[in-house]
């Protein structure tokens, strides 16, 4: 994910309310240059790999591949579509299967972690057609695991 990529991404990114733990803090999203410098910087961080899903030379998706711990072999997933005009369509499945096969050929891990919100059952669901095997709830979470 370059800076230009994130600022394409965000530029057309819609909030999703069924990502939020708690409803009232859901606020619609507004694009701002700053805002996304801004996230753009926090997440180049070591440990990290920032990634952009593409369809037709558009970024759709926002892929992370984060806590990686090479001592332990293992890193956590996560991801968010662009808006509603891309969900539901196969995308979601498709780049959690790429970034799992990614993990494993390039960082070398042999397990691939994923959280989400309990209400959050679209990742959920995504999560568990690439193949992501549930393992528990806690805190709020619910915990997946995609073993080599």
């Known amino acids: 994910m370059t800076r230009e ?33 801004s996230f753009y910087r926090r997440k180049q961080v070591p440990g990290r790999l920032e990634l952009a899903a593409m369809m037709d030379g558009r970024p759709i998706g926002h892929v992370q591949l984060k806590n990686i711990d090479e001592e332990k072999r293992e890193c956590e997933f996560g991801f968010h579509m662009q808006n509603d005009s ?26 691939v972690h994923a959280y989400t919100i309990l209400k959050n059952t679209r990742s959920q669901h995504v999560l568990e057609k690439a193949g992501f095997r549930f393992v528990d709830e806690k805190d709020g979470y619910r915990h997946y695991l995609f073993v080599r």
């Open 5 to 37: 990529l994130c600022h394409r991404f965000f530029r057309e990114h819609e909030s999703d309310p069924a990502v939020y733990e708690d409803e009232s803090q859901f606020r619609p999203y507004v694009y701002s240059e700053e805002a996304a410098d």
């Open 86 to 111: 891309v969900k539901g369509r196969g995308y979601g499945t498709q780049i959690a299967r790429l970034a799992v096969g990614y993990a494993f050929a390039h960082l070398e891990v042999d397990a």
